[in-house]
Structure formats: structure tokens, C-alpha cells
């Protein structure tokens, strides 16, 4: 029997979050504090108790609290498992397809997923407002409608060329009762310092994070929450892979390549993690590839190594590939992956050889997003475009080959926000970059 689709029920959304932690081939190296400060004290003001718990824990499964599992539910959760048939038509290979539709979530993104838990642990410590730190907006806007449904007040620090591109992000925020700022800003010292020597900075991640840093370290109501990298948000995201291996197991199928997006590591971590720990107890042979853009390409070209997660240093240093908290990425579409560094977990395992690492041009991933919607109806993120790139490239050598691979990427959000950068490749003034 062919599956096309396939759902779950309610009863399927997992109740524990898959820490690999406890499965490393490798220890995971500790965070540290730069020469002469301490940057791990200041985590426990800004960040909140159970979040701190969770960074740190070797438990294998961490129990998801009852009422954030039914927030996923009402939220969305299980979502989909499409196969990509017509795309496999289109592309003449014997290759199978499969993408996890990450996109059905209200906000558009698998963000939801640890925004919820971020949002309800500070809710149970008494904070009254978080603060964070957006690129294209899909995390600002989670943490924004999560923060609603919590009753707690959210402020969002978006990337400032984002800002510009993607202005219905804002809208949806605001509509989410977040209050949301171009970074970098005049709200904070860092914000400040930055625009006196460069009033045109197009911000970056780094710039955000730390006037998002900034604040939590300033008000003791207030706590920082972050989207990506922090090893608490991998695990949040395992719901997506555990969800992935059940509907695999329906549609009785082994992948021989995964693939998703990476910027900070947070839907590549979610989706694949609970499969590669299969390949590290040494029950797997998949290939698990990570796709980055070129104009920011962090895990092809940058140095493992110490370094900030933020431009300021407020932040410890993380082991992690990095290409330098300093540094600024072209102005690509994909805002959700212009960040300088990696999660220190995908990091080690890309370092230990059980992930893939792959860049890909702006322009070559808008294509492959628009053959891609033409075929299967579904508009991707920029984002997404980049593991959608891949799995078309893994077909077409598949078509060459004669191999009948089983090919399963993470979609992780809807393009429907991003019609400004479509129009720009149409348009044929799209940034080049590399």
C-alpha cells in the first residue's frame, strides 16, 4: 500500500523529550567563561531554573510536562508526513521522497515546539516577561503567540534586515501581543554602541541576542529565552523526530538520507537526533546531511572551537563550529540561518563524522523551493529551500544511479511570509551572495 499521507493522533505526541546527551560517542564540551568574567553565573539570572536543567542534564528522556503536551496538541501537534510523489515524477527518479511538515504549527515553523516549554517553565518561576532574539522572524513570532497563551509579556529583537525584508513577521508578532524592535536598537548599550559607529548595520543574530541578553540581565522579572543552538532547544525539537519514526515505521520504510536546514541546529537536531542515535549504538547506516547557505557557511568553512554565542560576550563560550561572534552575513533571505555559530551538540557530531555538512547558493535553493511548490503545492521558507535543494540533488543521483533510495527531509516552515524574496529572484535583482 502506498502512503501519501500520513497522520497521527493526539495520543501520539510524545510524552518525553529525547536528550542525546546521554548518547554522545564523545563528551560534550562544558561551556566556559572568557578571561577575567563570568558569563555561567549570569545564566542563572537570565535564564530561568528548569531551563538551566535541562542544558545540562545526561538523562535520556526528560519528561514533557502535561500541560505543555496538551498545548502541543491544541497547537497542532502530530503533524504530517507527506510523501513527495509528484516531485518524484517530475525528477524521473526511483528515489522516494518523504518531508515532515513542520509547517502546519499556527506560527508556520517548528519554533512552537520549545517555545511552548521556554514559556511555560517561566511561567511556573514567577517571570513576567521574556525577552529574545529573531532572524526571519519564525522564532519571534513562536515565542510571541506562546507567551500569550501563558499570560506573560514578550519583547523580540529582530534582525534588522529581516526587519526590512519580512515586515508581516512583525504584524504577526504584534498581532501575538509581542513587542518587537529592529536590531540593533536604540533600547539597549549594546544596541547604542553599535548604530554611533554604524548607523546602517544590518544586525545579525549575535547583535540580537545579546540586547535581548542585555535586558534579562538588567530587570530580575525578566528572562532570556533563545531559539536555537542551546542544547535545551535540540531536545524540545525531538518531538519531530520521534513523530518521524513512528510514521516511517507506518509506511514500513528505512531512510537511507536525512536532510534539514542548518542555521543554529534546531530543526536538524528535532528531526534527526532520535535517528542518529540509532547510528550511534550502531543500528544505522543513514546519511544525515546538514544544508547551510553559502553567504554564512558555518559548518563547511568554519573553525571548532571556543566562542561566544553573542557579538558582546554576555554569553559563555561554547565549543562549536563558529565562524566568529564578530562576524556579519550577507543579506540573504534566509535570515533564519545567518548565525556565526552551531549547536555545540550538532557541532561535536558533525566534528565525529555523523553528520554531513553541505552549503548551497541563495539563488540554486529559490529554485529548488519553486520546483519544489510547483510540484507538490507547498510554498517552503528560504529556509527550508536549503534541505529541499539536497533531497533533489539525492534524487537526481538516484535517477542516475538506478538506486531506489528512501529520501526523508524536515520542512520545517511555510514561505507564505517570504513572497518579498521570491519576488526578488523573479524580479532578477536577488543577492548573489557566493
Known amino acids: 500500500m502506498e502512503h501519501y499521507k500520513i497522520t497521527l493522533s493526539s495520543d501520539d505526541v510524545p510524552t518525553?523529550?529525547?536528550?542525546?546527551?546521554?548518547?554522545?560517542?564523545?563528551?560534550?564540551?562544558?561551556?566556559?567563561?572568557?578571561?577575567?568574567?563570568?558569563?555561567?553565573?549570569?545564566?542563572?539570572?537570565?535564564?530561568?531554573?528548569?531551563?538551566?536543567?535541562?542544558?545540562?542534564?545526561?538523562?535520556?528522556?526528560?519528561?514533557?510536562?502535561?500541560?505543555?503536551?496538551?498545548?502541543?496538541?491544541?497547537?497542532?501537534?502530530?503533524?504530517?508526513?507527506?510523501?513527495?510523489?509528484?516531485?518524484?515524477?517530475?525528477?524521473?527518479?526511483?528515489?522516494?521522497?518523504?518531508?515532515?511538515?513542520?509547517?502546519?504549527?499556527?506560527?508556520?515553523?517548528?519554533?512552537?515546539?520549545?517555545?511552548?516549554?521556554?514559556?511555560?517553565f517561566a511561567k511556573k518561576e514567577g517571570v513576567e516577561r521574556l525577552t529574545t532574539e529573531t532572524g526571519a522572524g519564525q522564532w519571534g513570532t513562536a515565542l510571541s503567540l506562546a507567551c500569550n497563551l501563558l499570560d506573560l509579556d514578550c519583547t523580540v529583537y529582530m534582525v534588522r534586515v529581516s526587519f526590512d525584508q519580512k515586515p508581516d513577521r512583525k504584524n504577526i508578532m504584534n498581532i501575538y501581543n509581542g513587542d518587537v524592535y529592529a536590531s540593533p536598537s536604540e533600547n539597549t548599550e549594546v544596541g547604542r554602541q553599535i548604530l554611533a559607529e554604524n548607523p546602517d548595520h544590518p544586525?545579525?543574530?549575535?547583535?540580537?541576542?545579546?540586547?535581548?541578553?542585555?535586558?534579562?540581565?538588567?530587570?530580575?522579572?525578566?528572562?532570556?529565552?533563545?531559539?536555537?543552538?542551546?542544547?535545551?532547544?535540540?531536545?524540545?525539537?525531538?518531538?519531530?523526530?520521534?513523530?518521524?519514526?513512528?510514521?516511517?515505521?507506518?509506511?514500513?520504510?528505512?531512510?537511507?538520507?536525512?536532510?534539514?536546514?542548518?542555521?543554529?541546529?534546531?530543526?536538524?537536531?528535532?528531526?534527526?537526533f532520535p535517528f542518529i542515535k540509532d547510528k550511534i549504538d550502531g543500528n544505522s547506516d543513514t546519511q544525515f546531511i546538514a544544508v547551510e547557505p553559502s553567504a554564512c557557511p558555518t559548518l563547511t568553512q568554519g573553525s571548532y572551537e571556543y566562542d561566544f554565542g553573542d557579538v558582546n560576550g554576555f554569553t559563555p563560550m561554547l565549543k562549536m563550529f563558529t565562524l566568529g561572534h564578530d562576524f556579519v552575513a550577507p543579506s540573504v533571505h534566509a535570515g533564519g540561518l545567518r548565525y556565526h555559530g552551531m549547536s555545540p551538540q550538532v557541532s561535536l557530531l558533525t566534528k565525529e563524522g555523523y553528520i554531513e555538512p553541505r552549503s548551497a547558493h541563495q539563488r540554486e535553493v529559490f529554485e529548488a523551493g519553486i520546483t519544489f511548490a510547483r510540484n507538490e503545492g507547498v510554498l517552503p521558507a528560504p529556509e527550508t529551500t536549503h534541505a529541499i535543494k539536497v533531497a533533489i540533488d539525492e534524487a537526481i543521483k538516484c535517477k542516475e544511479t538506478g538506486e531506489e533510495k528512501t529520501i526523508v527531509l524536515n520542512f520545517s516552515g511555510h514561505g507564505m511570509l517570504d513572497l518579498k524574496g521570491y519576488a526578488s529572484y523573479f524580479e532578477g535583482n536577488m543577492l548573489d551572495a557566493k
Not at 534579562?216 to 528572562?223: C, G, H, N, T
Open 16 to 120: 518525553q523529550w529525547y536528550n542525546i546527551n546521554a548518547d554522545l560517542p564523545v563528551e560534550l564540551p562544558m561551556p566556559k567563561n572568557s578571561e577575567g568574567k563570568d558569563q555561567i553565573a549570569s545564566l542563572q539570572k537570565a535564564f530561568t531554573k528548569a531551563g538551566l536543567e535541562q542544558e545540562f542534564s545526561q538523562e535520556r528522556y526528560i519528561k514533557i510536562p502535561s500541560e505543555v503536551r496538551e498545548l502541543y496538541m491544541k497547537m497542532g501537534r502530530p503533524s504530517p508526513l507527506f510523501r513527495a510523489t509528484n516531485l518524484e515524477e517530475y525528477l524521473n527518479t526511483p528515489a522516494k521522497i518523504y518531508y515532515k511538515r513542520e509547517d502546519t504549527s499556527p506560527t508556520g515553523s517548528h519554533k512552537l515546539n520549545s517555545a511552548i516549554p521556554q514559556a511555560y
Open 203 to 272: 544586525g545579525s543574530l549575535g547583535v540580537a541576542i545579546s540586547e535581548a541578553m542585555e535586558e534579562a540581565l538588567a530587570y530580575d522579572e525578566v528572562k532570556y529565552t533563545l531559539g536555537s543552538v542551546l542544547n535545551q532547544v535540540m531536545l524540545h525539537q525531538t518531538v519531530i523526530g520521534q513523530e518521524l519514526k513512528t510514521q516511517l515505521e507506518i509506511a514500513e520504510e528505512e531512510p537511507d538520507v536525512m536532510i534539514a536546514c542548518a542555521g543554529g541546529g534546531s530543526n536538524f537536531a528535532g528531526s534527526l
